[in-house]
């Protein structure tokens, strides 16, 4: 979600803290994701005050079969900053698909989507990504 | 391989297909991903987003962080409350189905506390008498007590007599007959309050062939009808009516069980 390791340390920690001192206030909502919908609002709240990416002018590309091997080629750190750049709600909705913890109705519940919206915005978001990775990688062939 | 023809909805779900086939938890999702299953397009979605995740699962989480999740689930299941654990629906019915068992139980187990020697006949005998027409028997206009001798001589039937306290009701008519133990019962039919008598042999030890006795009278119900059965001499007798027990307490002698 934040694309740096020392903001989202932060966050991370502030989010718990809160949690403990709400617990110790017996006041912990009864909502199974409200820890996880508190730290995404903490994360878009603190990505307001940063400079935003300026959006880039490629054409979306069908997903292919060499994606794969494109992707190993990836650094961690360029997916995560290439997810934090993208604009809200999608980014909630490709940081929570790609964590694989959670099925599509929960992250419907916590990113407070409909199905169709995911579902486009996963879309999409493949596509970009895709797009990106061609223009980034050259395509080897998948064995 | 195209994607085959999907409904919008399943459209989305397959766009919403999980990494992991164990986050498919819901029907419609699974019957999704098996109608999209087949396409060249879901083939590739499916590599590439597990191998965007398996990059997202790459992404170094800083050694502070990574403690608090080193012993622990991510999501920790819910937990099971007794509220929550009551409102299931499977435990509601077992509940319901104990309880049920346990009232059936309890009504049985009370109903065998008055139970005696020669209940089950007597209450069988109850069945007859809710069943009897008054032609089935023979027409005998007479004192109830003096029946016995007609028993005796007519049938052979030793001490079948009727209770002093029920000698002098007047009789409409009498008859003996074999029940499904074929044992010889004797049924009078008197005038008052459509009360019957039953005279039967009395219940013994299957062992030894000793009379099971009992104490006094006793009461026994059974389908709208309700007896009081004394034993004496190796008979037992019964009076009869349709009603409840406060129907017949009045003529039975204090002294009773």
New interface residues.
Partial sequence: MMGD?RK??EI?ETT?REAALRAAHGELPKE??WLFRDARWRCLEASETDLQAEPLEIDDR????E??SQ??Q?E??Q??IWISSAPDPQRTALAL?????????E?LDLAELK??E???L??MG?RQ??AWLDAMLPKTP?I | MNMPRLS??Q???A??A???EE????RS?RSAVFRAGGS??F???Q???????A??????I?P??AE?FSTKD??SP?KWTWKKTVRNPAVLAIGIALVVIAGVLVFQFVGRLNDFPGSATARNLLRIAGSTRSVLLDPVSADAGTLSDLFFMKHGLEHYDVPAEFADFRTIGCRVFEDDQSQRVAQIWVAERRMQFFLFPAQRDAKTGAVLRFPGWRYIRQEGWVGAVKEHNGVCFMAALPGRERDLAPYIPKTKQ
Avoid: K
């Avoid at chain 1, 698909?97 to 109705?105: C, H, K, Q, S, V």
């Avoid at chain 2, 986050?23 to 819901?26: L, T, V």
């Fill in positions: 390791a989202a340390q991370f718990l199974p994701f069908d997903v292919v079969s994606s794969p992707i190993g990836l961690p750190a997916l995560a698909f790609y964590l694989d913890e959670f099925d599509y109705r992250i199905l169709s995911l579902s486009r996963l879309a493949r990504f895709q998948n | 919008r909805r459209r989305a779900l766009n919403c999980p990494i992991t986050r498919a938890r819901d999702m060249n397009e083939v590739n979605q590599s590439f987003d597990r191998a965007v995740a990059l997202v699962h790459a992404i170094p800083p502070e962080t608090w991510l999501i819910s």
